[in-house]
Structure formats: structure tokens, C-alpha cells
């Protein structure tokens, strides 16, 4: 069993997705957000004052340059997806 690397939810054996590196830094740095963030519960039970979208651009530059694939839930995949199509256009040669 796996676990996402957005959101953190169990993925059964097939249902894990994977995302480049890529896909994932272009959807952020153009304002993604996923809706479910792991960690969300643990810094407000901390006090800490991290909004999501901090949380998730921290989690996103941790990753960066390392090439690293994102193994995701189909719930996320097709939200980053979704997000690229409609912001960048899917398969974006510009950067
Ligand atoms: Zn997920």
C-alpha cells in the first residue's frame, strides 16, 4: 500500500498515479492548491499559522530539482490535471 504524496490518503495497488516533478512545480508556481493537505491538521493543532497554500509550496520546493515522480491518488491527479488544462493549457511549451 501506498501512500499519496498530496494528500496522504492510502492508494490501493493500482489506483497510484505518478506526476513529474515538472507537472507538479508548473501547477504550483502558477497558484495550485490542492484541496487535501496532509499536514493541515497538525499545524493548526500546533498553533502554527501556516496557511495551506504555504504548507503545499513548502512541500512543492522540498521536491524541486530532484526529478523526483510524484506518486499521487486519482483524486489529486485528475485535480492537477484539471488545473493545468484550464491554467496552462495541458502540454505547455512555454514555462
Ligand atoms: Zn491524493
Not at 504555504?54 to 499521487?72: C, P
Amino acid at each position: 500500500m501506498s501512500i499519496c504524496d498530496i494528500c496522504g490518503n492510502s492508494i490501493e495497488g493500482q489506483d497510484i498515479h505518478s506526476l513529474t516533478e515538472e507537472q507538479v512545480v508548473r501547477a504550483t508556481s502558477d497558484g495550485f492548491v490542492p484541496s487535501t493537505l496532509p499536514m493541515q491538521g497538525f499545524a493548526e493543532l500546533f498553533g502554527l499559522s501556516l496557511s495551506k497554500a504555504d504548507h503545499w509550496r513548502g512541500t512543492v520546493s522540498k521536491y524541486k530539482g530532484t526529478g523526483a515522480k510524484w506518486g499521487v491518488c486519482m483524486h489529486c491527479r485528475s485535480e492537477i490535471m484539471s488545473f493545468l488544462d484550464s491554467h496552462v493549457g495541458g502540454n505547455s511549451e512555454t514555462d
